[in-house]
T-cell receptor, first 118, second 116 residues
Framework: GAVVSQHPSRVICKSGTSVKIECRSL??????MFWYRQFPKQSLMLMAT?????????EQGVEKDKFLINHASLTLSTLTVTSAHPEDSSFYIC??????????????FGDGTRLSIL | AQKITQTQPGMFVQEKEAVTLDCTYD???????LFWYKQPSSGEMIFLIY??????QNATEGRYSLNFQKARKSANLVISASQLGDSAMYFC?????????????FGQGTELSVKP
């Protein structure tokens, strides 16, 4: 089945550091990938839609300059949390699906990244 | 705007019993998909079952079935013969048609605990 790989699985770093998270589709091409953020015991909140070869589409309230998204190839999207602060600590998870984005295609998720900013 | 609602923050079920997790949705899009995902404490999202808005029959996948009532805009997940390994967070999600960009909107989630 479709596999999405996400790295790293856990990051602990000092405040002010920039952190890059990678999301790869291993056995399919994905023109669109999605980035979500999840706080403990809460739901997944869509942050942005990553579009291959063009700018990402950010959800309302998400700072574009804080969360930089790059989708340079059909199998790789990256999320960079710039100048991270303790309030950016969260669980970040990406997803993608093969196909054209039709409503019957399940999204496949990476295993997520637990980001802790000290 | 699309919306997904799960009104059960937590549910308990006895091992080997069946349990129903509720999900209601709202959308003006005639074409949409409804999904259920399981999230264990380790964090990964596991796809369980899918129901399309035009599907005439309720979806089933092993011990999982989806009770789809389109007129009521509900898509409840039924887990039969619960197992201890079913203890996890369960999320209902909706995906609109192609013109919606394919993004998933999630409900608040239900934490299921299976008792031995």
């Amino acid at each position: 089945g479709a596999v999405v790989s996400q790295h790293p699985s856990r990051v602990i770093c000092k405040s002010g550091t920039s952190v890059k998270i990678e999301c790869r589709s291993l056995d399919f091409q994905a023109t669109t990938m999605f980035w979500y953020r999840q706080f403990p015991k809460q739901s997944l909140m869509l942050m942005a839609t990553s579009n291959e070869g063009s700018k990402a589409t950010y959800e309302q309230g998400v700072e574009k300059d804080k969360f930089l998204i790059n989708h340079a190839s059909l199998t790789l999207s990256t999320l960079t949390v710039t100048s991270a602060h303790p309030e950016d600590s969260s669980f970040y998870i990406c997803s993608a699906s093969p196909g054209t984005g039709a409503s019957n295609q399940p999204q496949h998720f990476g295993d997520g990244t637990r980001l802790s900013i000290l | 705007a699309q919306k997904i609602t799960q009104t059960q923050p937590g549910m308990f079920v006895q091992e080997k019993e069946a349990v129903t997790l509720d999900c209601t949705y709202d959308t003006s899009d005639p074409s949409y998909g409804l999904f259920w995902y399981k999230q264990p404490s380790s964090g990964e999202m596991i796809f369980l079952i899918y129901q399309g808005s035009y599907d005439q029959q309720n979806a089933t996948e092993g011990r999982y079935s989806l009770n789809f009532q389109k007129a009521r805009k509900s898509a409840n997940l039924v887990i039969s013969a619960s197992q201890l390994g079913d203890s996890a967070m369960y999320f209902c999600a909706m995906r609109g048609g192609y013109n919606q960009g394919g993004k998933l909107i999630f409900g608040q989630g239900t934490e299921l605990s299976v008792k031995p």
